[in-house]
């Protein structure tokens, strides 16, 4: 995985919507970026197999976009907006 700020072509209105991890040459966004987590991270191991049930009927996805809408987002900042 590397760090975002290495990455180039990623929309950055994107980033702030969305979960996005990059692995190697690809990236991950949404649920599938959260399975891919789970999967390279020990401490979220034991939740990999549940996450895996939720992915045939899409309902991983739908469940991270209820989420994902609800949740507080960060603002992207432009230069003169800082007091």
């Known amino acids: 995985m590397v760090p ?3 990455a180039s072509g990623l929309d950055p209105k994107a980033l702030l919507e969305e979960l996005h991890v990059l692995e ?5 966004r949404g649920y599938a970026a959260l399975l891919a987590l789970a999967r390279r991270l020990p401490l979220l191991w034991p939740l990999y ?9 899409g309902t991983g996805e739908r469940l991270y976009r209820f989420l994902a809408k609800r949740r507080p987002r960060a ?3 432009r230069g003169g907006d800082h007091p």
Not at 24 to 28: F, I, K, L, P
Not at 49 to 57: D, H, Q, S, Y
């Open 4 to 6: 975002l700020q290495e």
């Open 49 to 57: 197999p549940f996450l895996l049930l939720l992915v045939p009927f």
């Open 75 to 77: 603002r992207a900042s």
């Open 24 to 28: 190697g040459d690809r990236t991950h």
